[in-house]
């Protein structure tokens, strides 16, 4: 026999007041949880038309004293009060370096290749691709974060893709050669197909100049289903101090000059036709819009435009 156990709202308020203060407020004191730390996702992938477009995070890191990088050119009160209007510190800044990955049905195409072949590799499998599945690999320009996937001591990453870069950017690089040129490029040179400005790389890739932060930096156009979308790389390095203000020097820009304007033509055009972009240094996943905000742009991060 089971007997139910019925309490009156008197007997219930009176139990209530017996219990000790913790149990009388809510449920009794656990043991802490072990903090699990920070989470950052290592890849996005979405559609573009009849493409698939994957961004991988090919890393991060805090770095400080943004100004030596950013805003060279304007006194220090002017850079801390567009951060603060930004919601970001003014003493340091976040790196965010995104290679990215177009199957478009025919090709698997890889946009640059971040610090070290196993490194690439590593974050092409956590994508799900393997680096024997890449058909092209192209480098926007020849900056050691680029292109020092393509090659180590160990050999090639990529040795059965197509290698494409800019015809002007291999032009300067080769003239002039540094560390990154001859240890990364120049053994690969031969494999290396050299491209200019309107260049068809695949149906629905195309090569634009965007000159100035390197003498042959590219961005590239993907066109698929009536959709846009454009790899940007380089052109513009932080969401706010480059987009916000355009002619704001940036110590990675060879051409300063050259590198402002260009900024200003290709940031004008995106916000003009309402072209999503993927921008190399953006905040993971690096996927966003641009929209005319007085004499400067601002970063519109993508939500979920690209799932529907």
């Given at each position: 026999m089971t007997e139910t156990l019925k309490l009156s709202r008197r007997a219930a308020l009176a139990a209530g007041a017996a219990l000790p203060l913790a149990g009388a407020f809510g449920t009794p004191a656990l043991a802490a949880?072990?903090?699990?730390?920070?989470?950052?996702?290592?890849?996005?992938?979405?559609?573009?038309?009849?493409?698939?477009?994957?961004?991988?995070?090919?890393?991060?890191?805090?770095?400080?004293?943004?100004?030596?990088?950013?805003?060279?050119?304007?006194d220090a009160d002017t850079f801390a009060a567009a951060s603060e209007e930004n919601f970001i510190p003014a003493d340091k800044v976040q790196f965010f370096f995104t290679p990215t990955v177009v199957n478009t049905g025919s090709d698997l195409i890889l946009f640059d290749t971040g610090f070290a072949p196993a490194a690439?590799?590593?974050?092409?499998?956590?994508?799900?691709?393997?680096?024997?599945?890449?058909?092209?690999?192209?480098?926007?320009?020849?900056?050691?974060?680029?292109?020092?996937?393509?090659?180590?001591?160990?050999?090639?990453?990529?040795?059965?893709?197509?290698?494409?870069?800019?015809?002007?950017?291999?032009?300067?690089?080769?003239?002039?050669?540094?560390?990154?040129?001859?240890?990364?490029?120049?053994?690969?040179?031969?494999?290396?197909?050299?491209?200019?400005d309107g260049a068809s790389i695949a149906p629905g890739v195309t090569a634009m100049a965007a000159f100035g932060h390197t003498p042959g930096h590219m961005t590239y156009m993907l066109e698929s289903g009536g959709e846009q979308l454009l790899i940007t790389a380089d052109l513009a390095n932080h969401f706010v101090w480059s987009l916000g203000y355009p002619d704001w020097e940036v110590r990675f820009d060879m051409d300063k000059a050259a590198a402002a304007q260009t900024r200003r033509r290709v940031l004008g055009m995106l916000a003009a036709d309402r072209i999503p972009f993927i921008g190399y240094h953006m905040p993971f996943p690096s996927l966003g819009y641009v929209e005319a905000n007085g004499d400067g742009f601002r970063y519109v991060p993508a939500t979920y435009q690209m799932m529907l």
């Open positions: 949880v072990e903090k699990k730390g920070p989470t950052q996702p290592t890849f996005n992938r979405f559609e573009l038309g009849d493409f698939e477009v994957t961004t991988l995070l090919g890393g991060t890191r805090t770095v400080e004293d943004p100004q030596s990088i950013f805003g060279m050119n304007v690439i590799k590593g974050q092409l499998a956590a994508a799900g691709y393997d680096a024997g599945d890449v058909t092209k690999v192209i480098i926007t320009h020849m900056h050691g974060d680029h292109v020092s996937g393509l090659i180590d001591e160990s050999g090639e990453a990529f040795p059965g893709a197509e290698l494409i870069t800019g015809a002007a950017e291999d032009n300067a690089w080769s003239a002039n050669p540094n560390d990154t040129y001859n240890g990364k490029i120049a053994p690969l040179r031969d494999k290396f197909a050299f491209v200019d």
